[in-house]
C-alpha cells in the first residue's frame, strides 16, 4: 500500500473545520445554559410565551440565592411591555400583585409554575418563539442584572404547583425598609 500526503492547503481546510465544529459546540452549550449571573445570586432559564402586540403574556425564571443573607426580588423591566408586575394565583380566576418577594439565603425563587410568573402587560410588539429580548432583574439591594429571555411555546419548565406555606410567608415579607 502506498503513503498518502496531505498538503498544507488539506491540512488548514482540516484545521479550519475542526475550529469551526469547536466553536458551534460552544455557541450551542452557552444557549442550553440560558442563565444570568450576579455576585452569589443566579437567574435560570427567563422565558415568555408568544403574544400578539397589545396584548399581554408571562414571563418565567428561577432566582438563586446563594448569598449569606436574604435578598429582594421587585420584578423586571422591559422596553417590550409597558408594564410589568410580579402575579400570583389567589384563587380560581383570581391574582394579585405583589410588590416584591424575599429569597432567604440559600433558597431559590420559582417564578415558572402556573401560580406564580411575572405579567408582561401592554406589549409593544409581537414576541415571536425563537426570538430573544432583554429585561433587567431588579433586586432590593439597588442591583440589576440584564437578561435574555427566550420567546418559547409549551411548557417549557411551567410546572402546576401550589405555592407552599413557606411560599406564602416569603410572600407576606415585602419591602425591606430602605430600597
Known sequence: MGRHCIGPTAMKSRWAILMAVI????CMSGAHAHSADWGRVTIDHPWALPAKA????????????????????????????????LQIWTGPGRSGTLESVSVPAGEALDLGTSHFWIALNGLKKDLVAGQTF???ANFGDRRDVELSVLVATGSEGVTDEHPTTKDRDRFKRLRPPIR
Open 134 to 136: 432583554t429585561a433587567t
Open 54 to 85: 397589545g396584548s399581554s403574556t408571562k414571563l418565567y425564571l428561577k432566582v438563586t440565592n446563594d448569598e449569606p443573607s436574604t435578598i429582594y426580588f421587585y420584578g423586571v423591566r422591559t422596553d417590550v411591555a409597558s408594564e410589568t408586575k
Open 23 to 26: 466553536l458551534w459546540l460552544a
